[in-house]
T-cell receptor, first 115, second 113 residues
């Protein structure tokens, strides 16, 4: 158990809908990262927040947005969902986040299925 | 753009043998490299980090090498066990972009008893 929690575990929804994925980092970790993992694309970095502020950005679609709240939990919002958005979404956390030498601890993931 | 390549085909070995996994990268000079293990349907788990000035790093039955001239890292598991069966991912940082990591596609290792 990494100490990172993600909810929900599974999510099934229809195209065009909007969903919110939630992540609680390990106690004391200031950074939260979001990754998308699909069969054909592998593990793709989406975005990082450090102590409430956006720190780094990957190829995150404009239909996706994220935020980190004062209690350090984070939410990833996915809107206008398409079939291709079906994937495993992982959240990870680390103590710091100013550089990537910090070990990232991954949560169990949310499996999103868009029908 | 930066590219990371790992053995795309699954690696099947016999229990007790040494497994060797390869990670090659191009268009990049990372200061370090990380290796993760991922079991089906679960999040990756950090294993080892090796810096550019370290030729080799060990942790129990794991050994990682980092050749910045060849732009390659090798990941070895000695005395492999069926419990080592998993997908192994290498990851590289993107300079000056916080904790951003770029992951390889991973190599699936299967250790047969």
């Amino acid at each position: 158990d990494s100490g990172v929690t993600q909810t929900p575990k599974h999510l099934i929804t229809a195209t065009g809908q909007r969903v919110t994925l939630r992540c609680s980092p390990r106690s004391g970790d200031l950074s939260v990262y979001w990754y998308q993992q699909s069969l054909d694309q592998g593990l793709q970095f989406l975005i990082q927040y450090y102590n409430g502020e956006e720190r780094a950005k990957g190829n995150i679609l404009e239909r996706f947005s994220a935020q980190q709240f004062p209690d350090l939990h984070s939410e990833l919002n996915l809107s206008s969902l398409e079939l291709g958005d079906s994937a495993l979404y992982f959240c990870a956390s680390s103590v710091g986040g100013r550089d990537s030498t910090d070990t990232q601890y991954f949560g169990p993931g949310t499996r999103l299925t868009v029908l | 753009s930066q590219k990371i390549e790992q053995n795309s085909e699954a690696l099947n070995i016999q229990e007790g043998k040494t497994a060797t996994l390869t990670c090659n990268y191009t268009n990049y000079s990372p200061a370090y490299l990380q290796w993760y293990r991922q079991d089906p349907g679960r999040g990756p788990v950090f294993l080892l980090l090796i810096r550019e000035n370290e030729k080799e790093k060990r942790k129990e039955r794991l050994k990682v090498t980092f050749d910045t001239t060849l732009k390659q890292s090798l990941f070895h598991i000695t005395a492999s066990q069926p419990a080592d069966s998993a997908t192994y991912l290498c990851a590289l940082p993107i300079y000056n972009q916080g904790g951003k990591l770029i992951f390889g596609q991973g190599t699936e290792l299967s250790v047969k008893p």
